[in-house]
């Protein structure tokens, strides 16, 4: 079973700089993407940043210039460098991973993408 744990979250000053970083255990072998989510209270969750294997990054409109996504592909983590922050930005930030998962039926195995969630971390932006 594949877990995501994420780190780095906390409160900070406008202006000011975070970094999360995402850790996996279990069966990631196979992570064909990982990336960062967002929700903020009453919002629907957002996507922030997200780095395929392919390489092409994908920020948000928010993110953009600010944010920076890294990944290390050998030890599937996943970090976010996030500066300039506004208050706007607060918001508990998920961890995010796609990963082509064995499926066994009938004495076959398959892979299929499915897509893995940490718990969450809580990032504040204060005035």
């Known amino acids: 079973q594949v877990q995501l744990v994420e780190s780095g979250g906390g409160l900070v000053q406008a202006g000011g700089s975070l970094r999360l970083s995402c850790s996996t255990s279990?069966?990631?072998?196979?992570?064909?993407?990982m990336g960062w989510f967002r929700q903020a209270p009453g919002k629907q969750r957002e996507l922030v940043a997200e780095?395929?294997?392919?390489?092409?990054?994908n920020y948000s409109d928010s993110a953009k210039g600010r944010f920076d996504i890294s990944r290390d592909f050998r030890e599937n983590t996943v970090h976010l460098q996030m500066n300039r922050l506004r208050i706007e930005d607060t918001a508990v930030y998920y961890c995010?991973?796609?990963?082509?998962?064995?499926?066994?039926?009938?004495?076959?195995?398959?892979?299929?993408?499915?897509?893995?969630w940490g718990k969450g971390i809580l990032v504040t932006v204060s005035e």
């Open positions: 995010h991973a796609l990963v082509d998962t064995a499926m066994h039926k009938a004495g076959l195995t398959f892979f299929l993408p499915m897509d893995y």
């Open positions: 279990g069966g990631t072998v196979r992570v064909t993407a």
């Open positions: 780095l395929p294997n392919s390489g092409r990054t």
